[in-house]
C-alpha cells in the first residue's frame, strides 16, 4: 500500500501520456490545417480589424503614402470615381518620389468602372499598371477567370487584405440617404507580409514579367510585431484551397461558427456540413445581404435556407443597404478575412486572397463585430409547414445595381439554378416555397427555349454555329503555335551531323 503523500508513478505516468496525445493532436491538427489551406502557420504578426469602409480607405491612403521604397496594390474594382482618383493621385505622388508603385486591376471587374482615362493619368505618373487576364480572341473562355483578390503591400513591412473594391459606391449615398457597405478587412504587421506579397508577385507575374527576386521581402527580414499567428491563403482556379479549409473548419468547430457572405450559393456537399455541425450542437450562423447589389443573387441563397433552417442553422438577412463581407469566425479562435465568397465560383474559379487567423484576441474582436452586425439584421425562421419567413418586419432595403463583372456570381447562380432544377424533375428532395421563384423562373427560361427551337431554330442554330467555329479556329492556332515551339526546341537540342560511319554493334557493357 503506498504512503500518504508518496507520488504515484501510474498518475504521474497517465498524466505524461495525456500530455503526449494532446501534443500529438494539436500537431495533427496544424498538419491538416496546412494541408487544406496549402499555407504554412506564420506566427509574429500585429493585426487591426477594419470594419468601416471610410476608416479603411483612410488606413489605406495613410500606409501608402508612407511607403519609402516600393507599393503593390490588386483590386478586382479600381473605379474612375471620387474614391479611385483619391488613390490614384496618393499613388502617383509616391511614384513622383521615385517610390516603385504597382497595380493590378481585373479587366472584367473594371469594364465600365476602370477607365482608360485613369489608366493613362496613373502610367504617365509612373505607376506600372497591368490588367489581369483580358479578353483576347484564341481563349474564348480563359475570361471566366477573374482576379477577384484586394491586397496592399507597402514596402514589405505592412500589408492589408479585404473584401472591399477601390470604388465610391462602398460609400453609399449620403444624399439619397443610401448608408455605406459593409465589408471587413485586416491591417498585418509581421512576417506574414511576406507570404502576401509572394501573392501579389503571383498575379503579377500572370499579366506580364514577373516582379524581380530583389523586390520580394524573405520571410527571415521581417521582424516580429505582434503575437498573432496567420496563414495566407492565396488560390487560383480548380486549387479549392478555402473550400477545403472551409468545411474543416465547420467540422472542427466545437462551439460557435459564425459566417458571414456576400453572394452565399452553398454546394450540397458545404450545406451538408454547416447541417451536420448544427446538428451536432455547435451555433452556426450565416448572415447575408437582405438586398444585394447583384438581384439575381438573393432568390438564390433563399432557395438554399431551408436546409438549412431545419437543421438548426440561423440565417439572418442584412438591414442595410449591401452586406459585402466575406468573414468567419470558429469558437471566439479561428477567424477568416478576405475575398473569398461561399460559392463554387469563388472557391473553383477566381484567384482569390484571404487570411485564415488562430489568434484568441482577434477572433473575440470578430464575435463582438459579428454580434453587433446583427443587431442590424432580420432573423429568417421556419414556420409551420416549414415556410420560410422573417422573424420580425425589416425596413425596406435600397435597390443597388451591382458592378459590372459578375461572371463568378452568374456561374454560382447557374449552379444553384442547376440544382433546384434538377430536383424538381428528379424528385431527390421535397423542395420549399422558397425555391418556387427559381422553378418558375426555370420554366419561363425553357419555355422560351422551345419556342425559338421550334419556330426560329436558326435563332439558336447560328451563335451555336459560330461558337463552334471559334473554338475551332482557336484550338487549330493553339495546336500550330505549340507545334511550332516543340519543332524550335527539337532543333536547338539537336546536336549537329558529324560525316563519320554509325558505330559497329558489340555486345552491351557490363559495369
Not at 448544427?278 to 443573387?297: E, F, K, N, T, Y
Not at 409551420?384 to 432595403?397: D, F, I, K, M, N
Request: glycine share 8%; net charge positive; aromatic share 8%.
Amino acid at each position: 500500500m503506498r504512503a500518504l503523500g508518496t507520488p504515484d508513478p501510474d498518475a504521474d505516468s497517465d498524466i505524461a501520456a495525456l500530455a503526449a496525445a494532446a501534443t500529438d493532436l494539436r500537431e495533427a491538427a496544424e498538419q491538416a490545417f496546412s494541408r487544406m489551406a496549402g499555407a504554412p502557420l506564420v506566427a509574429g504578426n500585429r493585426l487591426r480589424l477594419l470594419t468601416d469602409v471610410r476608416a479603411h480607405f483612410d488606413a489605406w491612403l495613410e500606409a501608402i503614402r508612407g511607403a519609402r521604397r516600393k507599393i503593390h496594390l490588386e483590386s478586382y474594382i479600381f473605379a474612375d470615381d471620387a474614391v479611385g482618383r483619391e488613390f490614384a493621385e496618393a499613388l502617383a505622388a509616391k511614384a513622383r518620389e521615385g517610390v516603385r508603385v504597382r497595380v493590378v486591376y481585373d479587366w472584367l471587374g473594371g469594364l465600365g468602372t476602370t477607365s482608360s482615362r485613369l489608366v493613362r493619368a496613373m502610367t504617365a505618373a509612373g505607376i506600372e499598371v497591368r490588367a489581369f487576364n483580358p479578353f483576347r480572341f484564341a481563349s474564348p473562355f480563359g475570361w471566366l477567370a477573374r482576379d477577384h483578390r484586394k491586397s496592399l503591400v507597402v514596402d514589405g513591412a505592412l500589408a492589408s487584405v479585404t473584401g472591399i473594391c477601390l470604388s465610391a459606391r462602398w460609400l453609399g449615398d449620403p444624399g439619397r440617404g443610401v448608408p455605406p457597405w459593409r465589408d471587413t478587412g485586416v491591417m498585418i504587421e509581421g512576417p506574414a507580409v511576406a507570404d502576401l506579397e509572394r501573392a501579389f508577385a503571383e498575379a503579377w507575374a500572370a499579366c506580364g514579367a514577373p516582379l524581380p527576386r530583389e523586390d520580394l521581402t524573405p520571410r527571415r527580414a521581417i521582424a516580429a510585431a505582434g503575437d498573432a499567428a496567420l496563414r495566407v491563403i492565396a488560390t487560383v482556379p480548380n486549387t479549392a484551397a478555402i473550400y477545403r479549409l472551409d468545411q474543416l473548419v465547420a467540422s472542427l468547430a466545437r462551439e460557435r461558427l459564425w459566417l458571414a457572405d456576400a453572394y452565399f450559393v452553398g454546394t450540397p456537399a458545404y450545406v451538408q456540413t454547416l447541417r451536420a455541425a448544427a446538428a451536432d450542437g455547435v451555433d452556426v450562423r450565416l448572415l447575408v445581404p437582405g438586398a444585394s447589389d447583384v438581384p439575381v443573387i438573393s432568390p438564390l441563397s433563399r432557395a438554399g435556407y431551408r436546409p438549412l433552417l431545419e437543421a438548426g442553422v440561423r440565417v439572418f438577412e442584412w438591414n442595410g443597404s449591401m452586406m459585402h463581407a466575406k468573414t468567419a469566425v470558429a469558437d471566439g479562435r479561428w477567424a477568416r478575412v478576405g475575398s473569398t465568397n461561399l460559392n463554387i465560383a469563388s472557391w473553383l474559379g477566381n484567384w482569390e486572397l484571404d487570411v485564415a487567423i488562430d489568434d484568441e484576441r482577434f477572433g473575440a474582436e470578430m464575435e463582438a463585430a459579428y454580434e453587433g452586425d446583427l443587431a442590424n439584421a432580420t432573423e429568417i425562421v421556419l414556420r409551420e409547414r416549414s415556410h420560410v419567413r422573417l422573424r420580425s418586419p425589416r425596413r425596406a432595403a435600397l435597390p443597388h445595381r451591382g458592378p459590372r463583372g459578375s461572371a463568378g456570381r452568374a456561374a454560382a447562380g447557374a449552379l444553384r439554378l442547376g440544382n433546384v432544377v434538377g430536383a424538381a424533375l428528379g424528385a431527390r428532395r421535397v423542395l420549399g416555397p422558397a425555391e418556387s421563384r427559381l422553378m418558375l423562373a426555370a420554366a419561363v427560361l425553357a419555355f422560351a427555349v422551345a419556342l425559338l427551337l421550334f419556330f426560329y431554330p436558326r435563332v439558336i442554330a447560328y451563335p451555336l454555329a459560330v461558337v463552334a467555329a471559334w473554338v475551332a479556329v482557336t484550338l487549330v492556332i493553339q495546336a500550330r503555335r505549340l507545334h511550332g515551339d516543340g519543332r524550335a526546341r527539337s532543333r536547338r537540342k539537336r546536336p549537329p551531323r558529324r560525316n563519320r560511319p554509325p558505330p559497329e554493334l558489340g555486345p552491351p557493357e557490363r559495369e
